[in-house]
């Protein structure tokens, strides 16, 4: 019988696409299992890179609403102004720019699943009105007094301490509560060294297949140094740097030697000693414009370093901000959300202002305009970039 259970529980981890020994792993698989069936809504909670959209599309695939639509919205990317137009649809002329009616998420996914992502990025009005579909099945739509009802599942996930939001006040108790009906907890990588070697050996037989190149595997030493390393990207990282690997090593066998060059306690990009090395011309345009691409991310990332040891040193800052302490100095509120007050302090003959502003520009520039790349770059959510690239007239 244990035998038995152990397969299915082998079998539901490849079908989910949840691999691991860790009991941790097992856990979340068994509780997808048992929730799947049901209507009950989920909070999925885990830092970023733990794999909790592969959650979301197992309980969905596995509900009795498969067949219906999985209508994805992350929180975070959508401006303030336009989420509830984009969850619950517009009539014509309640806005600016609204010519004709417009279905929402909302409708969209009648009958299917709805997965908000980053839910707690959403402000507090919307709050209110993802409760009333949560607790009464209907909303309006903006600028209409018609009640709509919806029949959807709603799966939310997010990568901050939502608790700690309901204590500040700045997520609702209530709606807390009601979304966590179930928890699912995703642990992060570097507490499941187990699943390391696992995990690792699988991404890159799979891109080795891929691309038709025989892989060498990986010597004692490296596979340590994988199991060592933090992981702050958890299970995305380790499967990016295994493509990497199988791209820019062209299959060759990984030793600890050449793994350092890639693994480092700040950053997991190659570790170049110089920005102008050649590019080797029996590469493909492929993989040369990649290696090209790594280096400019590289020397971004370390730009945008150095400008924040800078400004913390001229200012004497320290690296987070709570909002009871922020009195007498330039932020309001966190690092991430910060916003110029007046009489903005100046570093040298240049405001923080122009500073800020210079840097997102520049950042943009650097990813020819894509903001979510350049909200990634900066350690920032895309709807905190929206607002700074209206305040600053980007």
């Not at 830092?47 to 959209?53: A, H, I, N, Y």
């Not at 922020?326 to 500073?355: C, D, H, Q, Y």
Request: charged share 30%; glycine share 6%.
């Amino acid at each position: 019988m244990k035998v038995l259970q152990e397969t299915k529980l082998e079998n539901l981890q490849k079908k989910y696409g949840l691999i691991g020994t860790s009991d941790e792993i097992k856990d979340v698989v068994r509780t997808i299992e048992q929730v799947a069936p049901t209507d009950i809504s989920v909070l999925i909670e885990g830092e970023s890179g733990t794999g909790k959209e592969l959650v979301v599309r197992a309980l969905h695939a596995d509900s009795p609403r498969s067949s219906k639509p999985l209508i994805v919205v992350n929180g975070g990317a959508i401006p303030e102004g336009l989420i509830e137009s984009e969850l619950f649809g517009h009539v014509k002329g309640s806005f600016t720019g609204a010519v004709t009616d417009r279905k929402g998420f909302f409708e969209e996914a009648d009958g299917g699943t709805i997965f908000l992502d980053e839910v707690g990025e959403m402000p507090l009005n919307t709050q209110v009105k993802l409760l009333r579909v949560l607790e009464q099945k209907e909303f309006q739509r903006v600028g209409s007094a018609e009640t709509i009802s919806v029949d959807v599942r709603i799966v939310a996930a997010t990568n901050r301490a939502l608790q700690a939001l309901v204590n500040s006040g700045d997520f609702r108790r209530d709606l807390y509560y009601r979304l966590k009906s179930v928890n699912i907890i995703l642990p992060p990588l570097r507490t499941r060294s187990e699943d390391i070697e696992i995990l690792a050996q699988l991404f890159t037989i799979e891109r080795a297949e891929s691309l038709n190149i025989t892989f060498g595997g990986f010597t004692e030493d490296a596979m340590e140094m994988l199991k060592s390393y933090e992981w702050p990207g958890n299970v995305r990282e380790l499967k990016n740097l295994m493509e990497s690997l199988i791209v820019l090593e062209k299959g060759k066998v990984i030793t600890g030697k050449v793994l350092q060059k890639y693994l480092s306690l700040d950053v997991n990009i190659p570790s170049f000693t110089s920005e102008n090395l050649p590019v080797h011309l029996d590469k493909s345009a492929a993989t040369a414009e990649r290696e090209l691409i790594i280096r400019t991310l590289f020397s971004l990332r370390t730009d945008i370093t150095e400008i924040k040891e800078m400004l913390s040193s001229k200012l004497m800052l320290p690296s987070t901000f709570n909002k009871s302490k922020t009195s007498g100095l330039p932020f309001s509120g966190t690092m991430e959300e910060a916003t110029i007050v007046s009489e903005p302090k100046e570093v040298g003959n240049i405001s923080m202002r122009e500073m800020e502003k210079d840097l997102i520009r520049s950042t943009l520039e650097k990813f020819y305009g894509n903001r979510r790349k350049t909200a990634e770059a900066l350690e920032i959510s895309e709807r905190t970039l929206y607002r700074k690239i209206k305040d600053y007239e980007i």
